[in-house]
């Protein structure tokens, strides 16, 4: 879905299940005009407030959140809001801002809360030409949620993320979980500043499946992931490649359960024996606040 394809109601994305064609997971993209704010339903969805660039309040149930947020994807791990389903929220910005709304339809109406930037776990996946980072800012282990499932994605130019690629289109117990998946993708511009670019590939991964894409891929493009193969995600040289991932399906239990693709899953088994890029990790989490120093307690009387 070209940047702009996906426009309405004024988000510069909006994706939803019944534009997706699907069940359960969402995206909007936000941009707010300086001292700008918009103010939704949640409805039958939780949702996740990231702040893609700048910084913003958040307020739902009664209270507001204030969102540090960053000056882009590539320069700093953000911190985040999470919504509950059945409520309504404001996000207001004084200086403006982009920011992402991952969603997933589900059934338990938990808090409102802050995600701080210093807990978010930031892996280093791979190795040689295939390291990535990953900003697991809504992993399974990493922030509890109903079923939403989120985490960032940034590849150094020439590098290839997604890969092996993999499927999570089928629904075993221990083995795979069945997972709609959306992409977002941000390119890094040239040092003149024209737009960069990247490619995606998503292909079958048996008779009941039908997605088929190979697509180059530019800032402000989706690319929905029914079911499929998927991968790689192919960063130009010159390019490094950011792309936020939303996910979320049917399972009793929420997990990333993946299962790679035969013909390339020997791949995988090579990294040990290779080093990651030195080119990452772009940004780290901020280190976490000292905690206060213990008051003073008096001593006996003498």
Do not use: K
């Amino acid at each position: 879905m070209p940047d702009g394809s996906a426009a309405r109601d004024g988000y510069r994305c909006r994706i939803d299940p019944a534009t997706a064609g699907w069940t359960y997971t969402s995206l909007r993209i936000l941009d707010l005009a300086p001292g700008a704010s918009r103010t939704f339903d949640t409805g039958d969805s939780e949702w996740i407030v990231l702040p893609l660039s700048g910084s913003a309040h958040v307020t739902c149930d009664g209270r507001t959140l204030e969102l540090h947020g960053r000056p882009d994807v590539f320069s700093a791990v953000s911190d985040f809001a999470y919504l509950p389903r059945d409520g309504r929220a404001t996000v207001a910005s004084a200086a403006g801002g982009r920011f992402a709304l991952t969603g997933a339809r589900c059934e338990r109406r938990l808090a409102f809360r802050h995600g701080p930037a210093d807990r978010v776990p930031v892996e280093i996946r791979g190795a040689g030409s295939s390291t990535r980072q990953v900003n697991n800012f809504a992993g399974v282990d990493a922030f509890a949620t109903d079923r939403l499932i989120a985490v960032e994605v940034l590849t150094p130019a020439g590098n290839w993320s997604s890969y092996p690629p993999h499927r999570h289109d089928r629904e075993r117990p221990g083995e795979e979980s069945r997972l709609e998946e959306i992409y977002w993708f941000t390119i890094a511009d040239s040092p003149a500043g024209a737009p960069g670019t990247g490619y995606h590939r998503v292909y079958p991964s048996g008779e009941r499946t039908r997605s088929e894409v190979l697509a180059e891929v530019r800032t402000g493009d989706a690319v929905l992931v029914p079911d499929g193969y998927h991968g790689p995600s192919m960063a130009a040289p010159g390019y490094d490649m950011y792309y936020l991932n939303a996910m979320a399906g049917p399972g009793a239990a929420r997990a990333w359960l993946i299962c790679d693709d035969p013909a390339h899953a020997w791949v995988r088994r090579t990294w040990p024996g290779q080093a990651p890029d030195p080119r990452l990790p772009m940004c780290t989490a901020p280190a976490p606040a000292p905690a206060p120093a213990p008051a003073p307690t008096e001593g006996p009387e003498r």
